[in-house]
């Protein structure tokens, strides 16, 4: 299994982004998908995640209401929108894949991460 994040940038606050994770090397619509951040100097941390048909997503509560997670099963695709951006989401975004189809508490493979500041 492969994850390569991408759409990291540098953003004002209020503005907005979207990442994307490009998947292969699993039968990407067969697993739940999650996003996570590593701020400098702190732990890794859940973002948000998505059962394997994305009917049910899963959100922190620092983001809940700003951002969104989605995924397109045809192009092995996640995404990751997030609006409202504040200095505090400034980190480094890694998308992870889960262990199973509904489990967002297990996940098993990580990408390299994308760099996300947010700074006027």
């Known amino acids: 299994a492969h994850l390569v994040e991408s759409g990291g940038d540098l953003v004002q606050p209020g503005g907005s982004l979207r990442l994307s994770c490009a998947a292969s090397?699993?039968?990407?619509?067969?697993?739940?998908m999650g996003w996570f951040r590593q701020a400098p100097g702190k732990e890794r941390t859940f973002v948000a995640a998505l059962t394997w048909i994305g009917t049910r997503t899963y959100y922190a509560e620092s983001v809940n209401g700003r951002f969104t997670i989605s995924r397109d099963n045809a192009e092995n695709t996640l995404y990751l929108q997030m609006n409202n951006l504040k200095p505090e989401d400034t980190a480094v975004y890694f998308c992870?894949?889960?262990?199973?189809?509904?489990?967002?508490?297990?996940?098993?493979?990580w990408g390299q991460g994308t760099q996300v500041t947010v700074s006027s």
């Open positions: 090397g699993f039968s990407f619509s067969r697993y739940a």
């Open positions: 992870a894949k889960s262990s199973g189809f509904a489990d967002v508490n297990d996940f098993d493979t």
